[in-house]
């Protein structure tokens, strides 16, 4: 085991919100077969995961990678202590949810207007009209609501996006009671001082998470600026697969064992077990035909 060397400011555990069966896997070029991602979820909870986003009740045709979202929860052993949300678009998304007994969702909002256009087909004040009638229906059954928040950063047809801007969207969808709000790095151009500045202009970090891509080799600088200023719940993707669909400059998700090698040297706790992990990327980059994008699992598997 490696000793760790701690830093002044940092939390003693962070959550690891996995976001690789969803989020990573709905950039493929292939369609990963039904049971093979219910192999990835198992091996996900065996690996120590108390929260693995699952899948999306998106339509197929927007993201035909995600398609069989029923069948795959039926497939899933949801076991206790583990929660597994799912992603929803709008209320028919909601409803397939519901019918599978899902007990949390997430829903996605942008913090531009060119990418609430592009992803959501509604401009930046009405994709609220979207997300009110969802949340409040979901609340309303018992089921947990989280938020993303897209392109906090920058986006690539505007630019920098203004922080006033990003905050005016989250608290907003804090304010419809979504129980989390996490900002995300679409493109990757976030740095830590940025990271801080947003984070400190949204007032507290209880209710904040973040979700950084890599795209310029940010993330773990980011996570750790995040670490700093309050943040404890970290979006992550194990060995580093996804992006998005919309935003063609929008690489890797941070990689779950990047993180965790990172967090394991600074003596933060995760529950997550290193090993498992890069033993899962390694069975799942033999799964994509290609290796995992994780610096850690490049490093680890060669052993």
């Known amino acids: 085991?490696?000793?760790?060397?701690?830093?002044?400011?940092?939390?003693?555990?962070?959550?690891?919100?996995?976001?690789?069966?969803?989020?990573?896997?709905?950039?493929?070029?292939?369609?990963?077969?039904v049971e093979a991602k219910a192999e990835f979820v198992h091996r996900l909870a065996?690996?120590?995961?108390?929260?693995?986003?699952?899948?999306?009740?998106?339509?197929?045709?927007?993201?035909?990678?995600?398609?069989?979202?029923?069948?795959?929860?039926?497939?899933?052993?949801?076991?206790?202590?583990?929660?597994?949300?799912?992603?929803?678009?709008?209320?028919?998304?909601?409803?397939?949810?519901?019918?599978?007994?899902?007990?949390?969702?997430?829903?996605?909002?942008?913090?531009?207007?060119?990418?609430?256009?592009?992803?959501?087909?509604r401009s930046l004040e009405s994709q609220f009209d979207m997300f009110e009638p969802v949340v409040a229906r979901a609340l309303a059954g018992g089921v947990r609501v989280r938020a993303y928040v897209s392109m906090c950063f920058a986006d690539p047809w505007e630019g920098p996006t203004p922080v006033r801007q990003v905050v005016e969207v989250g608290e907003r969808l804090l304010g419809l009671g979504c129980?989390?709000?996490?900002?995300?790095?679409?493109?990757?151009?976030?740095?830590?001082?940025?990271?801080?500045?947003l984070i400190e202009a949204f007032g507290s970090p209880d209710r904040l998470a973040v979700h950084f891509h890599d795209t310029y080799g940010?993330?773990?600088?980011?996570?750790?600026?995040?670490?700093?200023?309050?943040?404890?719940?970290?979006?992550?993707?194990?060995?580093?697969?996804?992006?998005?669909?919309?935003?063609?400059s929008a690489t890797g998700n941070l990689a779950t064992e990047d993180l965790v090698w990172m967090l394991d040297g600074l003596g933060v706790e995760t529950g997550l077990d290193l090993g498992r992990l890069v033993e899962t990327s390694t069975w799942l980059a033999r799964l994509l035909g290609r290796p995992s994008p994780s610096r850690v699992v490049q490093a680890l598997s060669k052993g």
């Open 1 to 33: 085991m490696r000793r760790p060397y701690g830093l002044e400011g940092l939390p003693h555990h962070v959550t690891v919100y996995e976001v690789g069966p969803r989020d990573g896997l709905q950039n493929e070029a292939a369609v990963v077969p």
């Open 179 to 197: 129980h989390e709000l996490s900002l995300g790095d679409t493109i990757g151009v976030a740095t830590p001082g940025h990271v801080t500045a």
């Open 46 to 121: 065996d690996a120590g995961h108390k929260i693995i986003e699952t899948t999306s009740f998106v339509h197929p045709r927007w993201v035909p990678q995600l398609a069989d979202a029923d069948e795959l929860l039926a497939r899933v052993e949801r076991r206790p202590g583990v929660r597994y949300p799912v992603l929803v678009p709008n209320e028919r998304g909601l409803e397939r949810a519901l019918a599978r007994d899902v007990d949390e969702i997430a829903v996605f909002a942008s913090a531009t207007e060119t990418f609430a256009a592009k992803n959501l087909n």
């Open 218 to 248: 940010q993330a773990l600088g980011n996570t750790l600026a995040a670490l700093r200023a309050g943040v404890t719940t970290v979006d992550a993707s194990t060995g580093g697969i996804g992006g998005c669909p919309y935003a063609e």
